[in-house]
Structure formats: C-alpha cells, structure tokens
C-alpha cells in the first residue's frame, strides 16, 4: 500500500548544529508538504514541495519525485526548532487527503 | 496572518455522549478537512469537504462521525455516540485550491472521551 516513511526517528542537536531530514514515499505524487508540529500542538506548513528545492530562512527543502523521496534541512538549529517535523504526501490517484508519516522528533538543546 | 481558528482548545466528554467541533477555515478558502492525532502517532485524514459535500472520506470516518457548513464561515465535526478510542487530537485544516495547495491547519481541539 501507499507508504510515507520518515527517517530519523529521534535527533537530537546542539544548538548551532545543522541536520538533515528525510522522507521517503512509495509511489508517485501531486504534492508533498512539510509541516512542524510545535511542543503545544500545532502544525505549521513549512513547505509546499512538489519538486525542486525551495528556501525560508534556515530551512530549505529538496524534492526528488522521480527517485521518491524529499529532505528539510535545518542549518543552525535553536531551541525554537524543537518539536516533530511531519511530511504529507498527497498520492496521486485523485484522492484528496494527505498522508503523513510518522514523524523526526527533534530536540535542540541548548 | 489569516489562520484557521478551533473551538474549543479542549473538550472532556463521557462515553456515549455527543460532541460538536467548531473551526472557522480561512475565508476565502474553498476545501476543509478534518485530521485527527492519537496521543503519539501521525496524523491522520478523517474527511474533505468542498461545495458543500463531503469528497472523501476515510474509513475511521463512520456513522457516527458527520460534518457541516452551517453558515459561510463554521464548519463543524459532530461524533453522535463517543468512544473512549474516540480521544483525540481534532485538527480542522483549509485550503484554497485542495491538496493541490498548501493546507493551513488550526491548533486542534484536544478530545477526551472518559
């Protein structure tokens, strides 16, 4: 079945530290989404990256659509970081639901 | 910043009681959604709505589980008969164009059903 498969884990940084997530996912898609969920809950879009590469600040994100899978990066980290990043696919098939993974949960220490 | 808005942040109902979900989506969005959270896992799609119908819906999303738009600016999820697996992280999201574009998702309502 359709999959979403995020790696690593678990991280956990110093703050100044750069990292790399990745998310990889099983079969062709329209679009793909980056959000982070902050320690009180909420999910805040990163990026809305059905390819290429795209950048905000200290975040930028690839999208490789033909080899499947994407990657946040996170240069400089701080505290503020802390939290789960999820990525959303939305297959393609017409469907009109994104399906996340199971989440990096990153901690920044300070 | 325009944003969605969730009512309320938390919920504590009994088993077998009925709940309503308030979220105002952005306004000139077009598709909502519903996703829920169980405490610690991913996050999951429960239903779309666009035109004033439901476009899909998941199969989490049964009987008891209905949506509404009952004016041009609420759209609310109502469980009828809530379960103690009906706990919950509630997130209303909306979206211009559907998936096709970025989803904007509200700070959830927390449910817990005792």
């Known amino acids: 079945g359709i999959q979403v498969e995020q790696s690593p884990p678990d991280l956990i940084l110093q703050e100044g530290a750069n990292s790399t997530l990745r998310c990889n996912f099983s079969d062709s898609v329209n679009n793909l989404q980056w959000f982070h969920q902050n320690p009180w809950g909420q999910l805040i879009n990163l990026f809305y990256?059905?390819?290429g590469t795209k950048q905000n600040g200290r975040l930028s994100a690839t999208t490789v659509a033909t080899e499947r899978y994407s990657l946040l990066y996170i240069s400089s980290s701080q505290t503020t970081d802390s939290g789960v990043y999820f990525c959303?696919?939305?297959?393609?098939?017409?469907?009109?639901?994104?399906?996340f993974g199971k989440g990096t949960k990153l901690t920044v220490n300070p | 910043e325009p944003e969605v808005t969730q009512t309320p942040s938390h919920q504590v109902t009994q088993m077998g009681q009925e709940v309503i979900l308030r979220c105002v989506p952005i306004?000139?969005?077009?598709?909502f959604y519903w996703y829920r959270q169980i405490l610690g896992q991913k996050v999951e799609f429960l239903v779309s709505f666009y035109n004033n119908e439901i476009s899909e819906k998941s199969e989490i999303f049964d009987d008891q589980f209905s949506v509404e738009r009952p004016d041009g600016s609420n759209f609310t999820l109502k469980i009828r008969s809530t379960k103690l697996e009906d706990s919950a992280m509630y997130f209303c999201?909306?979206?211009?164009?559907?998936?096709?574009?970025?989803?904007?998702f509200g700070s959830g309502t927390q449910l817990s059903v005792l």
């Open positions: 999201a909306s979206s211009l164009g559907g998936t096709n574009e970025k989803l904007f």
């Open positions: 959303a696919v939305d297959f393609k098939g017409g469907s009109e639901k994104l399906v």
């Open positions: 306004s000139n969005h077009l598709y």
């Open positions: 990256i059905p390819s």
